[in-house]
C-alpha cells in the first residue's frame, strides 16, 4: 500500500516542474475525436481542464463534432459533402452545424464543467461574437475558385474580450463557427480556429487531440518531438500524410505567431492532457520551432 501511495506522490513531483513553468500560461486545447464520442474520455477530458485551472494555468476549450453534424444531416435526409477535407456548407446545413455545436455539444461541454467544480462560459456562433471570419474559396488545380457555401476562414478573434473572461476564473469553451462582418456565420475548421486563437493569444501551448497516437515515421514509430523544418519536410516527402497534414499545418501557423510549442495528442488515452504536459517524456508529438 505504502509502494502505492509513493508512487502517486513521486508522481506528483514529477509534476511540479511544469506546474511551476506553466503557470498563469495560456493553453489552447482543439478537443474532437474519439475523445467527444466515449463519456469516460470525455469526463477524462473535463477533468484535465478543470485541474489545468484549478493549478494555475488557463486553459481554453476549442471543439468540432464532425461525427456528430453528420449524424443530424443525415438524419435530416442530407448526406455529408466534403471537398479536399473541406464541409461544403450550404444553408440548410449551415443551420444543423450551428444547432449541433452550438446549442448540444457546447453546452454540454460547458455544463461538465461546471459539474466537475469549474466555471465555464460558452461562446458560439453569434452568441459572443468571438471569431471573426470570412468566407473562404477553395482552388482546384487549375486556379479555379471552388464554392464551399458557409465555410469560413478565420479573419480576427477577440481576444481581449477572451482574457476578460479569463480573469474573471472562467474556462472558455469556444465552437469553430466564426461571424462574417455583415453578421453571416460560418464553418470554420476546429484545427485552424483553435490555432488561430492561440496565435492571437500568445498562448505558450497548443494542443491538438487526435484519434491516432501523434506523428509517426516510415516505422510507424511515434515522433515524440519535431522542429518546423522537419515537419516541413516531411509533408512534402509524404512522411506526413492525409489528416495529419492539417493538423500539422496549424501546429505550424501557431509556432510561427508566437505560440512557443504544439502538440499533437492521442485522445483516446484517459487523462492525455496531463500526460502530455506533466511528465517528462509525454504521450504524443510535441512540435516546435
Avoid at 190 to 205: G, R, S, V
Amino acid at each position: 500500500m505504502f509502494k502505492q501511495l509513493i508512487k502517486r506522490a513521486n508522481a506528483v513531483i514529477e509534476a511540479l516542474p511544469y506546474l511551476i513553468k506553466f503557470n498563469s500560461k495560456i493553453i489552447v486545447i482543439k478537443y474532437g475525436g474519439a475523445a467527444m464520442q466515449n463519456k469516460e474520455l470525455t469526463s477524462s477530458v473535463i477533468q484535465d481542464v478543470v485541474l489545468l485551472k484549478m493549478v494555475g494555468m488557463e486553459p481554453i476549450l476549442v471543439h468540432g463534432g464532425g461525427p456528430e453534424i453528420n449524424k443530424y444531416l443525415r438524419k435530416n435526409g442530407i448526406e455529408p459533402k466534403f471537398i479536399g477535407g473541406y464541409r461544403v456548407t450550404d444553408k440548410e446545413t449551415m443551420r444543423i452545424v450551428q444547432k449541433v455545436l452550438g446549442e448540444k455539444i457546447n453546452q454540454q461541454i460547458v455544463s461538465l464543467i461546471k459539474k466537475a467544480g469549474g466555471k465555464a462560459k460558452g461562446f458560439y456562433g453569434k452568441k459572443g461574437q468571438v471569431i471573426k471570419a470570412f468566407k473562404y474559396w477553395k482552388k482546384d488545380e487549375k486556379g479555379n475558385r471552388i464554392d464551399l457555401g458557409f465555410t469560413g476562414q478565420v479573419g480576427g478573434v477577440r481576444y481581449r474580450f477572451l482574457r476578460k473572461w479569463m480573469k474573471l476564473g472562467y474556462i472558455p469553451v469556444l465552437t469553430s463557427i466564426g461571424v462574417g462582418k455583415r453578421g453571416g456565420i460560418y464553418n470554420i475548421n476546429a484545427d485552424k480556429a483553435a490555432a488561430a486563437i492561440a496565435a492571437y493569444l500568445k498562448a505558450e501551448k497548443l494542443i491538438v487531440m487526435t484519434d491516432v497516437n501523434g506523428v509517426l515515421d516510415n516505422t510507424g514509430k511515434l515522433v515524440s518531438k519535431v522542429n518546423t523544418y522537419k515537419a516541413g519536410k516531411m509533408i512534402k516527402l509524404g512522411g506526413i500524410s492525409g489528416g495529419m497534414i492539417p493538423k500539422i499545418k496549424s501546429c505550424l501557423y501557431a509556432l510561427r505567431k508566437g505560440v512557443k510549442t504544439a502538440h499533437i495528442i492521442d485522445g483516446r488515452i484517459p487523462h492525455a492532457i496531463l500526460l502530455e504536459l506533466f511528465t517528462d517524456y509525454g504521450i504524443g508529438t510535441m512540435v516546435e520551432k
